[in-house]
């Protein structure tokens, strides 16, 4: 039987590449984002490739529509087999300008926001006695501090303990939890001038970097589809940095 894959944000950058992965791999993907041109376009891409994949808005802020996506695609196809939440904010915010509602708003997204997708997915999960779900932590949340991100760097260092403790409490009832600790990737979110590296960072970032070159969305994606995958089946609990050996090569 088809597999569902459901993964937040895969308009663009990172999640798009995994849909198409996923997608290319035989996946049902379920393909959510806030950016609606973008998602049809993803999908478009996976079944102009053969592929099978479907576009939900989705905000991962909303509890509502969360509940109401998960509710949707159960009723449609079952139990959802794989959770991507790999939705994400990186806003550049200096200390002395961080207020209560900057910092909520970026945890709300980055970490709450994984919580909210996954909730209403475990019950049909468990009731299947499998399932894996993947969440996107960052090089900024096992092992780097960021500046003027601290939120950021806090909320996916938090991604950690999410996928600590939900590894435990779902090993049981068959369910993975696991994480990827991308390093620097070429996506919209590193190459904002105003938030993060921007395209001139970028090129330094590939000359410093072990393997020499930043890395590509789909660099991340086939790890997403691994970590996905039965040959991942004693892998739980963990966040598996991918980075180029960015973190071993800065001393
Ligand atoms: P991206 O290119 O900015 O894509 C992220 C996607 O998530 C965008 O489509 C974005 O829409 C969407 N999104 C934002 N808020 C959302 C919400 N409330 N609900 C649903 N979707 C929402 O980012 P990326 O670089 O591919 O990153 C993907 C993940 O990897 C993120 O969690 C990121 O923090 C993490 N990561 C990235 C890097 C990197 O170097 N690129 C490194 C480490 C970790 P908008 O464009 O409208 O915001």
Redesign the pocket.
């Known amino acids: 039987m088809m597999k569902t894959a459901l993964i ?2 895969a ?5 798009r590449a995994s849909a198409l992965a996923f997608g290319a791999a035989g996946y049902r993907v379920i393909v959510t ?3 609606a041109e ?1 998602g049809a376009s993803a999908v478009k891409e996976i079944t102009d490739a053969g592929g099978t994949a479907e576009f939900h808005h ?4 909303s509890t509502e529509n969360a509940n109401q996506i998960v509710a949707s695609i159960e009723k449609a196809y079952g139990a959802i087999d794989t959770i991507v939440c ?5 806003h550049k915010v200096p200390l002395e300008e961080m207020t209560d509602e900057k910092w909520d708003f970026t945890f709300d ?2 970490l709450k ?1 994984m919580f909210r997708v996954i909730r209403p997915a475990l019950a049909q999960m468990k009731n299947a006695g499998s399932g894996s779900i993947i969440c ?1 932590s ?3 949340g096992v092992m780097y501090g960021w500046d003027e991100h601290v939120h950021y760097s806090a909320a ?1 260092a938090g991604v950690v303990g999410l996928v600590r403790g939900l590894a435990n409490e779902l090993a049981r009832d068959g369910i993975k939890v696991n994480g990827v600790a ?4 070429r ?4 190459l904002s001038e105003k938030h993060s590296l921007g395209e001139e960072g970028a090129q330094k970032a590939g000359a410093f970097i072990p393997m020499g070159r930043i890395g590509q ?1 789909d660099d991340i994606a086939d790890v997403i589809l691994f970590l996905a995958s039965d040959k991942a089946r004693y892998l739980t609990g963990q966040v598996i940095s991918v980075d180029g050996g960015l973190g071993v090569g800065r001393y």
């Not at 308009?11 to 999640?15: K, Q």
């Not at 989705?58 to 802020?61: K, R």
């Not at 991308?182 to 990737?185: D, E, H, L, V």
């Not at 996506?187 to 590193?190: E, F, R």
């Open positions: 937040t944000g308009g663009i950058g990172i999640g984002d806030i950016l973008e989705l905000d991962v802020t790999n939705a994400g904010i990186a997204v980055d926001g996107l960052s090089c900024m996916k991308p390093g620097y990737i996506t919209a979110q590193l969305p």
